[in-house]
């Protein structure tokens, strides 16, 4: 047992050797590094000189794997020391707290043998009149009292200067008051002399400066607590210098976030509504703190309300001007209107708290912002007119259902305007792209209402939609000698349309947005359209428009560019009707002058040019119908405007008229037949097709009154000579189911509806023959 332990003690021994060893050599290597001579790039190259390539990759990756194990122990010492360092911070902050009691009592020094000097003059100076006094025959009771005076008198001044180095604020108000009534009964009672009270004076004014700077000194730092910001200025006010403690107070919020505007960074947000909201968090949560603290202190003082009205209005001013710098500008200049929007809603947000406070500011906001909101306004419209050139100059006009597509904003183009085909319409791909970028302007309109932008964008809105309409005149064969009556036609290159049906098409994409999408769209602007808007799209379109009044002159208007290209394309047709290609007439007098002599060669059937106008007009009828499924009431004054649009360049044909009634040649029986025949002709497929207008009633009655007076020149009776309405309307009858291409009806077998199904074959018999003989 003993051999063990010896043994033991043995290897002990010689473990501990083995270290203090390993641990003097340890350090006998390490003295070369802490050598004030030491160069790392000499003593690398001394140890690598006579080494292998081996052994320097070796060395390498002995080297890399020392690197980590310092790197470990490195943390492994910043954890188990954190502790330490946590304690050593407080203790250097209770040793500035240490440092500052000290300077404290320093300053209290300093100030008692200030206290002792003015004490030793005024102790002279009492000591001076209670002699005087007591000679002059006073009692001991006075006396006394007049030394308990002069007692508080030299210790006044020594007091004072203990609270204000304490900072005991209260005790050195209330000390201070009392020294204001000392001075007060002393001036009432006459018990101090005129030296004395003078003394007591000026050190109670010095006292109130040296707390006033102490308290404006407390004010000023940052590190100041709201309930100590609170105290220092409601004790600067009871001083008396509350225009100074106000401003101070004012300062005072202006610093703190001015500081804490030092972490904000416009470049650390990834988009403006970011930045604006953290600064207006900053900016007005300042301004509401500093309303509290000013209505809690100094109360509704106007004076001082009015300094924080100016003081707040100032720091929304400043805030406007960094969120238009960092954020606004950018999004206004490249037309992102959702991005400049977005900003100004959160600025208003935040602005809007302060309302309660009696702070109304967002005016202030809402002055600012305009002009960026402005132009982010005028470029998404400017964009939109721009895209949607782009595509008219490569559309087919084909009408089709808009494609499956996403907005801007996300959301599918389907799923915003419902999943049914309920508001689905078929236009050309330029005017569903003109449709898609309008719904999503009119997504965020909030700021818009606010800033009573909402006359100005639809008036942009129908300047953009006068653009495409100017685009889609411009797209009718025949319109490129009137481009230079659109102001915005410019340049722009537009695909022509060519036949018909495209030609009708322009017609059903300018009517559909003017009547539906547009008005739909800019419903939105309307305070009271978002809870009402899917009740008003069920609503017939007389009745939303009744329920928006203030938007009647503005849909008036989009009616009036409708009508604009509709005169065109029928102004258009008329022509291509009425002229040939060498500038020719195909409706002149002489169709009607020259028609005597040939009684038997004739066949009473509508002249050329009203069988081709009934032609065109059963043609345009049968596209309409396609295409303005629902909307058979636009189709119907369509043809309703080209037939009179003919019928009416007729009627103002003056050299037409001067021929018929002055001419070479007397207009003769057969012709003012021919003319009667083909007017009640447009009548009758007029009336027939639905799309007799009153005015075209009248207009064709004033134009055969004209015949008849033409005619009634020559002496004869003209009723004499025209045969019965029902003979006309039976030819006109005829003449519509030929050129329609129908089967003519026998023996009276015509259809219930006909105009003529209650006249019999025998009286439509007789009348041809009464009216050939």
């Not at 976030?257 to 900053?282: D, E, H, I, K, V």
């Not at 906001?365 to 998404?380: D, G």
């Amino acid at each position: 047992m003993a051999s063990l332990k010896s043994s033991s003690r043995s290897r002990s021994l010689s473990g501990a050797s083995a270290n203090a060893n390993n641990a003097a050599k340890l350090e006998e290597n390490l003295n070369v590094f802490m050598s004030d001579n030491f160069d790392a790039n000499t003593f690398v190259r001394s140890k690598c000189r006579s080494l292998s390539e081996k052994e320097l990759r070796l060395l390498c990756s002995s080297l890399v794997d020392l690197k980590k194990v310092s790197a470990e122990e490195l943390r492994r010492s910043v954890y188990a020391n954190y502790t330490a360092f946590i304690r050593t911070s407080k203790e250097i902050s209770d040793l500035e707290g240490e440092v500052s009691t000290i300077r404290n009592l320093l300053s209290t020094q300093a100030a008692l043998i200030h206290g002792l000097v003015d004490g030793v003059h005024i102790d002279s100076l009492t000591i001076n009149a209670s002699e005087d006094y007591t000679a002059n025959g006073t009692n001991d009771s006075e006396n006394r009292e007049k030394s308990d005076l002069e007692n508080w008198l030299v210790e006044f001044p020594d007091l004072l200067d203990v609270l204000l180095a304490e900072r005991r604020i209260d005790e050195a108000l209330a000390t201070l008051d009392e020294g204001e009534r000392v001075v007060s009964d002393a001036k009432a009672l006459k018990t101090l002399d005129s030296t004395a009270l003078g003394s007591l004076q000026t050190a109670i004014t010095q006292c109130k400066q040296k707390l006033a700077d102490q308290l404006a000194e407390v004010a000023c730092h940052p590190s100041t607590r709201g309930s100590e910001l609170r105290a220092a200025i409601s004790a600067l006010k009871k001083l008396g210098d509350g225009s100074r403690a106000h401003t101070l107070l004012l300062n005072a919020h202006f610093q703190r976030f001015q500081y804490n505007m030092q972490s904000l960074r416009p470049s650390s947000t990834s988009y403006g509504g970011a930045y604006t909201a953290a600064l207006a968090q900053l900016v007005f949560s300042a301004i509401a703190q500093a309303a509290t603290d000013s209505l809690a202190i100094f109360g509704k003082e106007p004076a001082y309300t009015s300094e924080l009205v100016m003081w707040a209005t100032k720091q929304t001013e400043a805030f406007a001007l960094l969120v238009k710098r960092h954020a606004l500008a950018s999004s206004a200049a490249a037309g992102g209107l959702r991005a400049a929007a977005e900003c100004v809603q959160i600025a208003l947000g935040h602005c809007s708290l302060l309302e309660s406070r009696g702070l109304a500011l967002c005016p202030v906001l809402l002055k600012l912002f305009r002009p960026s909101v402005e132009q982010a306004l005028e470029a998404n419209l400017k964009r939109i007119e721009e895209s949607t050139a782009a595509l008219a100059a490569a559309d087919d006009w084909v009408l089709t259902y808009p494609p499956t597509s996403t907005h801007q904003s996300g959301r599918s183009a389907n799923a915003s305007h419902g999943s049914t085909n309920l508001f689905q319409h078929k236009l050309s791909s330029s005017a569903h792209r003109f449709n898609l970028m309008v719904q999503d302007f009119f997504e965020d309109v909030g700021p818009l209402l606010s800033m009573q932008l909402g006359g100005q964008t639809l008036e942009g809105l129908f300047q953009v939609f006068n653009s495409y309409v100017n685009l889609l005149i411009k797209a009718l064969p025949g319109s490129m000698e009137e481009e230079a009556n659109f102001e915005d036609s410019g340049n722009k290159i537009v695909r022509m349309a060519e036949t018909e049906a495209q030609q009708i098409a322009l017609l059903a994409n300018a009517s559909v947005l003017a009547d539906e999408l547009l008005p739909r769209a800019a419903m939105k602007l309307s305070p009271l359209s978002q809870s009402n808007y899917m009740d008003d799209n069920r609503r017939r379109p007389s009745e939303r428009q009744n329920r928006h009044p203030e938007q009647r002159e503005w849909r008036r208007r989009l009616f009036g560019l409708v009508d604009r290209l509709k005169d065109t394309f029928c102004r258009q047709h008329a022509l291509d009707l009425i002229f040939t290609l060498d500038g020719d007439s195909h409706l002149t007098a002489d169709m009607y002058i020259n028609m005597e002599g040939n009684a038997e060669d004739l066949e009473w059937f509508p002249s050329p040019i009203f069988q081709e106008l009934f032609t065109k007009l059963n043609g345009m009828a049968s596209i309409a119908a396609e295409m303005f499924v629902g909307r058979e009431r636009f189709a119907t004054l369509l043809l309703m405007r080209l037939t009179e649009t003919v019928i009416l360049w007729l009627s103002e044909d003056q050299s037409f008229w001067d021929d018929m009634g002055e001419g070479p040649k007397p207009l003769g029986p057969l012709g003012l037949q021919q003319f009667y025949l083909d007017m009640k002709f447009v009548v009758s497929f007029a009336s027939q097709g639905r799309y007799l207008s009153r005015n075209l009633q009248r207009v064709v009655n004033e134009i055969i009154n004209k015949a008849i007076a033409a005619f009634a020149t020559t002496g004869m009776d003209p009723y004499s000579v025209l045969p019965d309405d029902d003979w006309f309307s039976d030819i006109c009858l005829d003449a519509i189911e030929r050129l329609s291409g129908k089967p003519k009806a026998i023996n009276g077998d015509r259809e219930l509806n006909s105009p003529t199904a209650s006249v019999s074959a025998q009286s439509i018999s007789s009348v041809r023959s009464h009216g050939s003989s």
